[in-house]
């Protein structure tokens, strides 16, 4: 038995990331993953897509800041004013930080002068060709930006693992289409035509994923005096709160935390099954813009492009993220930070 699968080294990771309630708690949960020595944070590209461009690279700035990490690179929003559909703010906050992002460390970084994402998309692809994971959290813009600007580019990550899509349960913007989707239809084609193994975390099983505020009050209250332990909670009961206006959570006092799911994916495979398919966005339709296809009829198929997931072990998974946040927690105070 190789001696390399027992003994891996850590997971490059370079995130794309539109925060974002639940980008924040995926980017937490790498950040103690991070930590633990599991995984290596090569980048973020920050993406239009909840909030502004401004907005999404502010708040992943601050949310490095929080746990220790401002030497990870971060990338501005590639500029695209095709959309049709608007942001997100209505559910995470005018801030896109639940309106929290006050309470957090300014950032020295500056928007100006930050990196285009397709640009350091393309560069972290090949300074380390086959190493680097792509965590897509966000409208798909900055990856199909990147692909078009150098085809064949994302074929050199390592996987491609997005947040996106829905297929048996109803969307989030439309009847039928999930936000990341549907806020960028043309960029998801890109990305699905680059490979043919983009393993995809859709609605229906993140739907499944209910964060409760009783949860992440169990991790205020071990972690009184530590900021980073209460922005968690608040943030979660912004969240809550959001999704119990939208009835997304079957009136239980809790939030999706969807963008998680993919570092679920990465470090507890074991949560997760999946289908393979072919999947399509409809790019057309009056009404179903944005709609993600998986084709399951039984012919023969020449051509899959993805891994699509079906189910979740739900109870499993957040008490993993549960106790994964309280261990950056604990880091953080070992590091010796409590405000
Ligand atoms: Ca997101």
Redesign the pocket.
Known sequence: MSGQILTPSPRKILVD????G??TF?LLWLQSLVKQGFAEWVGVTTVA??VSPELTFANACKVLALGGFESVKVGKSVVWEGGKIGDAAEVHGIDGLCNLSHLLPNSPRQFAAAPDADDMIIETLEAAPGEVTVIG??PLTNLAAAEQKRPGILRLAKELVL?AGAFDVPGNVTSLAE??VAFNPEAAVTVLESREDVVILPLDVTRKLILTVEMTEAIAQAYPTLELAQFIHQLSQFMSNSCLQHRETAGINGFLV??AVTLAYLFYPETLLFRRGLVTVETAGNYTRGQTILDRRHGTKSLTNAFVAVEVEAINLLGILVDDLKRLCSQRLKEGVRV
Not at 17 to 20: A, F, I, K, L, W
């Open positions: 990331t539109d925060p974002g639940d980008d995926a897509g909840n959290l966000g947040m936000f990341n969807h963008d």
